[in-house]
């Protein structure tokens, strides 16, 4: 793999033929095609308690489809990273998703504005909790019930890729086991690892998507 930022559409070209021809059919066989290769280098070999678990959480997929497809942690953590990478080209250079006056404003305002409705959301959260919700379901009702109100409130909903981008993220790069995301240096190793390259490099891969 080369360093970030070189072009290499040629190699690509040379690799993938005709399908880089611009269309979205190309484009969603190429997605698929990078799942498997993830799933390859990252299965996830999963016991029987977990194909059963698995089994009545999707689709009913076989075995054979689950032998193919399951990721390991470190699969799901690096599909999840590839996924911000998308996400990261896409808002960086499409007009949809622009929200720089938004934020500009939110920045003008004093923070204490905003410890306030952290801390309304925070609790929230404890109040869902005392009342018999999941960590997972207060979450998820959380998140839902956020993105639907911004739209209420007329935010066009491609701008919400934007937060959407930053929660996926810390799914890489934080552990439900600690009470806060692991530190740049370990989540540097583990995306180096991750892609098999230097932790330089790698540097600049979680650079660019922090953009």
């Not at 360093?3 to 993938?16: S, Y």
């Not at 269309?23 to 066989?29: G, I, Q, R, W």
């Not at 720089?100 to 504005?113: I, N, W």
């Not at 530190?183 to 390259?197: H, P, Q, R």
Request: proline residues 5%; charged residues 25%; contains cysteine.
């Amino acid at each position: 793999m080369g360093d970030f930022g070189l072009p290499l559409d040629e190699v690509f070209k040379e690799r993938l033929g005709d399908l880089l021809d611009g269309t979205l059919e190309s484009a969603n066989t190429l997605a698929r095609l990078a799942y498997l290769q993830v799933a390859a280098a990252c299965p996830g070999n999963p016991t029987q308690a977990e194909r059963a678990r698995i089994k009545e959480d999707s689709t009913h997929p076989s075995d054979d489809d689950i032998d193919m497809r399951s990721l390991s942690p470190f699969g799901v953590k690096m599909i999840a990273f590839l996924c911000v990478r998308l996400l990261n080209e896409m808002v960086a250079q499409s007009a949809p998703a622009y929200a720089a006056d938004d934020e500009a404003y939110d920045e003008s305002l004093p923070v204490t504005v905003f410890a306030g409705l952290q801390q309304q959301i925070e609790n929230g959260c404890k109040e869902g909790l005392r009342n018999g919700i999941t960590p997972y379901g207060v979450a998820s009702t959380a998140m839902i019930h956020i993105m639907d109100f911004a739209m209420r409130h007329n935010v066009q909903p491609l701008k919400l890729t934007r937060p959407l981008k930053h929660c996926l993220e810390l799914t890489y790069t934080g552990d439900s086991g600690q009470q806060k995301p692991v530190s740049k240096d370990a989540a540097l190793e583990e995306l180096a690892a991750m892609l098999g390259v230097t932790k330089a490099t790698a540097k600049k891969y979680l650079r660019r998507t922090k953009r």
